[in-house]
């Protein structure tokens, strides 16, 4: 087994995601929960505050009390890579440039080294699949933008594991610190009906100026601290959605197959869907038959994250100041709820 990836190893940079069940199960399969348990962030709450700082209401992160972890994204793939080494041969630094399926599997044509054949080709090249658009055809027909936007940066500093994620609201623009487990980063979240190529970092930073520069608690030294930064997050959010994950011998994988990148579970979903993918090849002689299993098992739990988003989505990031104030005081109001019983 041969794994492509572009970057020149595993990625520096990666926002804190969630191992929540039944990927808790897989990673607990590998033996990877000491490993994991040991950088896990703390989080139990987004502390939502005001424009000079106050807590006005918060958020419990937690569905499970003892079986769900929080994971520094290099964390989880450093952890993933190394499990998979013995089967596994790693190539960073390369890509796939193009794929020519036939009756007896694939040639695949990569950047760096020469063209080489497999039996089946997994796509799980994220959001922006380079494997979905030469197989499946152009990302228009599958990726849909939802109106948000995204950006991150890793902050200097340190942050205690087990603080809040503290976020600031208002309409339609959320602001949020996370300790993300002692190495704490900044996420900006907010629509616009600006449509801006999100690759472009000139743009990009011109919207997120535009839209962050004038708001207050800590905005004007964490905008600073993006604007100033080589390496960050840029993007929209955006929902991929597609009729089929298997054209031949080429099938999709996590967020290339089906996802919401921000919301929804996304790191769950890729790992579940990676071990279903494994059961089924080895459940099947035909492979074909293995790929239609893997899809019947996977997509319903795949699309149980999306049907989340709109509500989650407008949880986080309300679009009026009154839409602000009814969540904060409804928020209140579970908490004094939970916190008496
Ligand atoms: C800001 C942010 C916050 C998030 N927070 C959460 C969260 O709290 N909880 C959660 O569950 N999920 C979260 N997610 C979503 C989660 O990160 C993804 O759903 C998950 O990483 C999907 O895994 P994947 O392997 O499918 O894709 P990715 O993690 O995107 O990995 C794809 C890999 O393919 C590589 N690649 C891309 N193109 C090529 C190419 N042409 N050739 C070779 N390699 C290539 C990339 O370098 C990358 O390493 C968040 C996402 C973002 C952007």
């Known amino acids: 087994m041969v794994v492509v990836e ?45 424009a000079v700082g106050h807590r006005v209401a918060a958020l419990g992160t937690r569905r499970s009390r003892d079986r769900e972890l929080e994971v520094d994204r290099t964390d989880l793939s450093a952890a993933l890579v190394d499990v998979a080494r013995p089967v596994a041969e790693f190539r960073f630094g390369e890509a796939v440039a193009g794929i020519r399926p036939d009756a007896r599997g694939a ?104 839209v962050y520069g004038s708001l207050r608690w800590r905005v004007p030294e964490l905008l600073a601290a993006y604007l100033a930064a080589a390496d960050t997050y840029f993007d929209a959010v955006c929902r991929v959605r597609t009729p089929t994950w298997s054209h031949g011998p080429v099938t999709l994988l996590g967020d290339a197959a089906s996802c919401v990148s921000l919301f929804g579970d996304g790191s769950t979903a890729a790992i579940v869907g990676a071990w279903t993918l494994a059961e089924s090849l080895d459940g099947h002689d035909s492979l074909p038959a293995a790929l239609a299993d893997y899809e019947r098992r996977h997509r319903g739990f795949a699309a149980r994250g999306q049907r989340a988003v709109p509500v989650v989505s407008h949880l986080l990031v309300p679009s009026t100041r009154i839409g602000v104030g009814v969540r904060n005081a409804a928020l209140r109001v579970v908490g004094r709820r939970s916190t008496t019983r």
């Open 107 to 210: 040639e695949v044509i990569f950047e760096r080294s020469a063209a080489e054949r497999f039996d089946l080709v997994v796509g799980s090249d994220g959001v922006h699949s380079r494997v979905r658009r030469l197989v499946f055809g152009p990302e228009a027909g599958y990726v849909r933008q939802l109106g948000m936007y995204v950006a991150t940066v890793r902050l200097s500093g340190v942050a205690q594991r087990g603080d809040p994620v503290l976020m600031h609201n208002v309409p339609d623009a959320a602001v949020a610190v996370h300790p993300a487990g002692g190495r704490p980063g900044v996420a900006f979240l907010f629509r616009s009906a600006r449509r801006i190529d999100p690759r472009d970092a000139v743009a990009s930073r011109a919207l997120l100026a535009e």
């Open 6 to 50: 572009r970057d020149q190893g595993v990625r520096s940079s990666g926002s804190p995601v969630d191992v929540r069940e039944p990927a808790y199960d897989v990673v607990e399969g590998l033996g990877l929960l000491p490993r994991l348990r040991d950088v896990a962030t703390d989080v139990r709450e987004v502390a939502f505050v005001d």
